[in-house]
């Protein structure tokens, strides 16, 4: 997957999660939980595009800890949605698994930046 299509599909998730969250009924502990999702989930393509950025190799790699960390704190507000029965939606499992996906995708990218940083300093 390239650059391009990581970040269609990050600005995808984002989008999806909007949708999600305007069709969610408004109870006060659900807006709370939506709240802090729409700001995690939203965040996750905002630093990605950051990262692409970066104007060196470690400033990517601090910019994509955060994308990871991002993805993985939407994960965690979708599992406290879900489990906590205050919606009944069929887009939460697909958010879900887009959510654990993309944790792994960007904790991959890391990985590899680190390694490569490394290899790098070693020359």
Known sequence: MDKAELKNRTKKFAIDV???VEAAPRLRSLDILTHQLLRSSTSVGANYR????GKSTADFINKIVIVEEEADESVYWLELIEESGLINSTALPNLKKEANELTAI???IGKTAKENQKSNNKK
């Open 18 to 20: 909007i949708k999600f």
């Open 106 to 108: 960007f904790t991959a």
């Open 50 to 53: 950051s990262a692409c950025r």
